[in-house]
């Protein structure tokens, strides 16, 4: 079934460092990608999204760019905040009808000033 | 504030025992999931429903059920409790297009702790 694998946290960073999380999926059709942020106390909410192939996502100077040759849609942010700190979830919904999102596992960002 | 509201916050009870959990969705928004958080397993997706019928079900047990009612509101039924059924419950609501693109608005989960 379809799946999403995202890597192991915590990662932490210095301020003004650059941040890649790597997410991968698998999926036997088109899905639509996501990513999430869970700040400390919160529920999810979307970070960014993309939903075809090539389609790049980007919102608070983080981007991820919808990579079907690798099956790939990994976070980056060229500089990162303290306020950066959070659990980020990458996910995916199935297009094909079955209305589904799966999510990955979460990683935990801590960004030391 | 995503506009999804969840009650209640906070909910302690002993094994055994049968708790409800309520969601009200974002106005307009006409689909409702529900999702298990916990440390060991992250984010599991248990059910959705569109506009009062159930659309999706996921890793949910027999012990769980739920139900949207006709003011789209959702209430998840979590019975016979086991202490592994602690963890941060969370609905998500969603305008229910056919397609996958939608984004999820969560709320801001309900936490169980069974003793």
């Known amino acids: 079934g379809d799946s999403v694998t995202q890597m192991e946290g915590p990662v932490t960073l210095s301020e003004e460092a650059f941040l890649t999380i790597n997410c991968t999926y698998t999926a036997t059709g088109y899905p639509s990608l996501f990513w999430y942020v869970q700040y400390p106390g919160e529920g999810l909410q979307l970070l960014l999204k993309a939903t075809k192939a090539d389609d790049k996502g980007s919102n608070k100077g983080f981007e991820a760019t919808y990579r079907k040759e690798t099956t790939s849609f990994h976070l980056e942010k060229g500089s990162v905040q303290v306020s950066d700190s959070a659990v980020y979830f990458c996910?995916?919904?199935?297009?094909?009808?079955?209305?589904?999102?799966?999510f990955g596992t979460g990683t935990r960002l801590k960004v030391l000033a | 504030d995503s506009g999804v509201t969840q009650t209640p916050k906070h909910l302690i009870t002993a094994t055994g025992q049968r708790v409800t959990l309520r969601c009200s969705p974002r106005?307009?928004?006409?689909?409702v999931y529900w999702y298990q958080q916990s440390l060991d397993q992250g984010l599991q997706f248990l059910i959705q429903?569109?506009?009062?019928?159930?659309?999706a079900k996921g890793n949910i047990l027999e012990r769980f059920s739920a139900q949207q009612f006709p003011d789209l509101h959702s209430e998840l039924n979590l019975s016979s409790l086991e202490l592994g059924d602690s963890a941060l419950y969370f609905c998500?609501?969603?305008?229910?297009?056919?397609?996958?693109?939608?984004?999820?608005?969560f709320g801001p989960g309900t936490r169980l702790t069974v003793l």
């Open positions: 429903y569109y506009n009062g019928e159930e659309r």
């Open positions: 998500a609501s969603t305008t229910g297009g056919t397609t996958g693109a939608d984004t999820q608005y």
């Open positions: 106005s307009g928004d006409l689909s």
């Open positions: 996910a995916l919904s199935d297009n094909s009808g079955t209305y589904k999102y799966i």
